[in-house]
């Protein structure tokens, strides 16, 4: 099957690496110094052991060089995706799309209205731009559950025992199956779900819970869950969080918060979001943290942790230049 997948970065190289080990015939968009390393030297993948896989594949910054393609994956990140999902050529944007990240998905509010009026999605849709590009039937929502970091360009260090990505759309259809079965490989999972919302959740309370205070203190995930007061801080963002999901018909999410927030539990890195930081990259803020508060207000729950959190975490994105400043 041909895979073009955008955004080769952390998550996207692991993928590129998994899919064309499968036989797969894998194609990457990808920009920078990230991508000369890939021409110059090939793709590196090193596993938690330390071992590292190797491979050549056709790398490009122009999405018309890809050319025909089977399935896209997206691994960009929110800030990025109607800027690059615009530049695609209409044939490609026909294609399924499988849009793996962290955050609510842009078409989170699709047929989906849990109140008695519809759910103001704008923040993750901006102008409606990629509603007005994509088809929602053909698109799907990825969970990433692996932890990858772009070390050098062209390296990257993928930490999980095991790669899962769960998938399903907003819409009820079978692409989510047939592609799950499809794309598994020895090295990474895919499983379809009936109700990706719940996963999307699922995953976000975990970011959540991490991210902002990472980006506040520099902290790795599990440094942060292994001191008291900030693993205190940590799971009431996380509880605040199951809330939100709650008041959308998603229960029991913080079911296992105490086994996620414990001493030793968590990444041995920062979260993306803190990565992104220190790179001076545009940070997700808008699809991990202000929609959970925005979605708050919208069904009367509190969130004072996050209220006291969230302007701190944009304030910092200011003035490092990752988010952009009132107009």
């Keep these: 099957m041909r895979v073009a997948i955008l955004g080769a970065g952390a998550t ?19 920009r920078g110094p990230h991508l000369d390393a890939i021409r110059a030297n090939g793709l590196c993948l090193r596993d938690p052991s330390g071992q ?17 393609q089977d399935v896209l ?3 960009l990140k929110a800030p990025a995706l109607a800027q690059v999902i615009s530049g695609l050529p209409a044939y490609l944007r ?5 849009m793996a990240m962290n955050g609510v ?5 699709v047929g989906f209205q849990p109140h008695d009026r519809p ?16 088809d929602a039937t053909q698109i799907q929502g990825a969970i990433i ?9 062209g390296v990257v260090q993928n930490r999980s025992a095991t790669n899962r990505f769960a998938i399903g759309g907003p819409v009820p259809s079978d692409l989510s199956e047939n592609l799950a079965a499809s794309l598994c490989s020895a ?27 990472s980006v506040l203190t520099g902290a790795r995930v599990r440094e942060i869950n292994q001191m008291p007061d900030t693993a205190r801080l940590a799971r009431a963002l996380f509880l605040e969080g199951a809330d939100v999901a709650r008041s959308h018909g998603f229960d029991g999410l913080a079911d296992d918060v105490d086994q996620v927030i414990a001493p030793g539990k968590g990444a041995l890195q920062v979260p993306s979001m803190r990565q992104d930081f220190d790179l001076g990259r545009p940070m997700e803020i808008d699809s991990m943290l202000r929609i959970v508060q925005h979605f708050a207000r919208g069904a009367g729950v509190a969130t004072p942790v996050l209220d006291v959190v969230l302007p701190l975490v944009v304030l910092a994105a200011q003035t490092a230049g990752c988010y952009p400043r009132p107009t």
Excluded at 94 to 98: G, L, R, V
Excluded at 105 to 109: A, D, Q
Excluded at 145 to 153: E, F, G, L, S
Excluded at 190 to 207: E, V
């Design 73 to 75: 994956i997206s691994t």
């Design 145 to 153: 559950y692996a932890t990858n970091q772009v070390v050098a360009p």
């Design 105 to 109: 998905f842009w078409w989170y509010g």
């Design 94 to 98: 026909d294609c399924p799309i499988i």
């Design 12 to 30: 996207g190289g692991l993928l590129a690496v998994a899919l064309s080990e499968a036989g797969h015939d894998v194609s990457i968009l990808v």
């Design 119 to 134: 759910l103001d999605c704008t923040l993750l849709d901006p102008g409606a731009v990629l509603a007005g590009l994509l």
């Design 187 to 213: 090295r990474v999972e895919f499983t379809h779900t009936g109700d990706i919302r719940y996963q999307m959740w699922h995953k976000l309370l975990r970011n959540l819970s991490s991210a902002p205070i």
């Design 52 to 68: 590292e896989t190797v491979i050549r594949l056709h790398a490009t910054d122009d999405p018309v060089q890809l050319g025909p």
